[in-house]
């Protein structure tokens, strides 16, 4: 069965500092797609962004980038510049290629400091 | 586009009572999703819908929760009779095929 698992519950990043949140999934499918979600003290689910498994170049979305490690099973998303909104909970998100089932970690909740 | 549009935001209901919950799904989408969410579990896929039709009920707790889609405009996650354990966020959400969900701003239920 496929699993997701997000090992940091918690972490915290200074303002203007950049934060790596780290995921790692568990799969024998050759073809997903792999997302990352905030979800902000509103509870809205916000796509942050997505990466398709097929392709080698890492997705950025402005100041969100990830590290995607196929072979290492390891989808990581890095902020840059940090900002006082982008303090949430950060859930990682896996697709199988012809489904539209999503299973999700368990979320990191990030604190940023002025 | 108005996005998912979830009602109501808030339920507080008595333990025993029917509670249901709606969602309408962005125009164009063709599958839905009901996720429930607490802090002992996480975000649960309870069951997902694809041009109306159900897909994956396997997340539905029990027989109390029934979900429908009658139409592409439309869905509805009932729970009768509600229990305290049934408390939590949750969450609709809908996606054009092979895309990426788009979430509502979710209906948090507090049974009493």
């Known amino acids: 069965a496929q699993t997701v698992t997000q090992s940091q519950p918690e972490m915290s990043v200074q303002e203007a500092e950049t934060v790596t949140l780290s995921c790692t999934y568990d799969t024998s499918e050759s073809d997903y797609y792999l997302f990352w979600y905030k979800q902000p003290p509103s509870r809205q689910m916000i796509l942050v962004i997505r990466?398709?498994?097929?392709?080698?170049q890492n997705a950025t979305e402005n100041r969100f980038s990830v590290n995607f490690q196929k072979a290492a099973k390891s989808f990581s998303l890095k902020i840059s510049d940090s900002q006082l909104g982008d303090a949430a909970m950060y859930f990682c998100a896996y697709r199988v290629y012809n489904t539209d089932k999503l299973i999700f970690g368990t979320g990191t909740r990030l604190q940023v400091f002025p | 586009d108005a996005g998912v549009i979830q009602s109501p935001r808030h339920e507080v209901t008595e333990m025993g009572q029917e509670v249901t919950l709606r969602c309408k799904p962005i125009s164009g989408h063709n599958s839905l999703f009901w996720y429930r969410q607490t802090m002992m579990r996480g975000l649960e896929l309870l069951i997902y819908f694809n041009n109306n039709v159900p897909i994956d009920d396997s997340g539905m707790p029990e027989d109390r929760f029934s979900a429908k889609m009658p139409n592409a405009s439309f869905s509805t996650l009932k729970i009768q009779p509600s229990e305290p354990r049934d408390s939590a966020v949750y969450f609709c959400?809908?996606?054009?095929?092979?895309?990426?969900?788009?979430f509502g701003p979710g209906t948090r239920l507090t049974v009493t």
């Open positions: 959400a809908s996606s054009p095929e092979g895309y990426e969900q788009y």
């Open positions: 990466q398709e498994a097929y392709k080698q």
